[in-house]
């Protein structure tokens, strides 16, 4: 089994032997490589209650949090292996020579997406399985044939390593290059693959600075390669007036999702915009109050929520102060209004990633939309309220322009691996907001395009053949056309 690379050595060993295989990877069929990506599935759910004791240990998470989180770790994996197979995240399009086109005669060109080449995939550590070691980065990143280097999270280290040991015995017995998939454990390290010119990719899941240095250190290399960072989002949730006739379901539904494993989520809605009522603020309060304390993570978790926390208070007016004891951390919960919280957006939409929302009370639901036009990227905006009422769909298109997904009368907490799935937006969400991070279309991070004029049938990938032997859908001289 191929060493984890934890020193400069280790690592120039381990860029060298992804250089290698991303030409073999590169060649590699569709079909091959959706058998890497069910092997290592496989090899996860056959160890199940093993990575699950480990995680337990590292992590404080409850088990059937843990166990429900491996299967849609391998879900993620085997769905993305038949999206690999599909094949039309490809893109294909072929133009047979037209000696009549209008713009002058047009030679035969192929278009189709290729892989990047060695992908750096830095892992996240409030999931550690389904955005970690074998998680979706790695999963879109082998699927769409780069090799992957992965700088394992110190949260949860032994987790990582065992797990990291199980793909590459999955990967070595699928027949899969050496070279494929190696670990990393120090930041130094990471830093310095990413600036390397062997690694053509980046991404990461994880605080705004944290992934900022990484972004500036892939934008400013003399060859700039792309980086796909998850980093920071409120998640704003607006409640209408209409909504009020069911109040107390949009209020404990609203505690529930921001309380959430430990409020540990990066779509946890962190703030509420509320028609101005002390009943819903004392309603909230006996909600929150009613929420049992939880451990969070890791104590540098508990130590960066603590300072925000303190920020908070400064701030706004607290409904419900939560405490920290030997059981955990109890939820917080922030009151202001629209006009403070105007004079102070940045404060208000600056992420608190622990168990904390902010409430803000408006008079006027036009003063929403003035809100919703000045919200930074955002993964996720909710509205809860009515279809007729009058302020809705102008607050649903300005919201549309801000975040990846907008939510009707439910809750961001729960992000569904699934084609139609955008898990993205503008900064400060993600630095990249015309990609996802989760559901198959997440592989088009790591290909990029190309074209061939009047390449010999013979010489051609197999996937802009006339033939068409992957059987994928294929543009034809302009038309959609399906696999025979």
Known sequence: MTERPTTQPGLDQALRAAARAAI?????????RADWLRAIADELDAHRDELVVLAQEETHLPRPRLEGEVGRTTFQLRLTADAVVEGSWLEVAIDHADPNWPTGPRP??????????????????????????????????????????????????????????????????AGAPTGTF?????????????????????????????????????????????????L???????????????????????????????????????????????????????????????PPLND?????????????????????????????????????????????LDGLFEEAFGPASVVVSYEDPAELVAVARRLPGQL?????????????????????GHAGRVIWNGWPTGVSVTWAMQHGGGWPATTASVHTSVGPTALRRFVTPISYQDVPEALLPAAVRDDNPLGIWQRIDGKLTPPN
């Open 182 to 230: 190696a670990m990393i454990s120090s930041e130094a390290d990471a830093q310095a693959a990413l600036k390397d010119s062997r690694i053509k990719a980046g991404a990461f899941t994880g605080s705004i600075r944290g992934g900022r240095a990484l972004f500036d250190i892939a934008a400013g290399r003399p060859d700039p390669v792309p980086f796909y960072g998850e």
């Open 24 to 32: 073999v990877l590169a060649g590699s069929e569709p079909a091959t």
């Open 380 to 400: 996720t905006a909710t509205i809860h309220g009515d279809e007729d009422d009058p302020i809705a769909p102008e607050l649903l298109g300005v919201l549309a």
């Open 232 to 294: 920071g989002s409120v998640n704003p949730v607006f409640v209408l007036p209409s909504a009020l006739r069911r109040q107390s379901e949009t209020l404990s539904g609203f505690v529930s999702s921001y309380t959430l494993g430990v409020g540990q989520f990066c779509t946890k809605p962190g703030v509420l915009f509320a028609p101005h009522s002390q009943s819903v603020l004392d309603e909230l309060a006996g909600l929150v109050k009613a929420v049992a304390p939880a």
């Open 108 to 173: 035969d060109l192929r278009r189709v997406l290729r892989p990047l080449g060695p992908v750096l995939v830095v892992a996240a550590s409030n999931f550690p399985f389904a955005f970690s070691v074998a998680g979706g980065d790695t999963a879109s990143a082998l699927g769409s044939g780069c090799p992957v280097l992965l700088k394992l999270h110190p949260g949860h280290p032994k987790l990582s390593d065992r797990t990291g040991e199980l793909v590459l015995e999955a990967l070595t017995k």
């Open 300 to 344: 540098r978790i508990q130590q960066g929520f603590t300072g925000r926390l303190a920020e908070l208070r400064e701030l706004w007016q607290p409904v419900s102060e939560g405490t920290q004891t030997a059981d955990g951390l109890s939820p917080s919960l922030f009151a202001t209004t629209i006009d403070d919280a105007l004079d102070d």
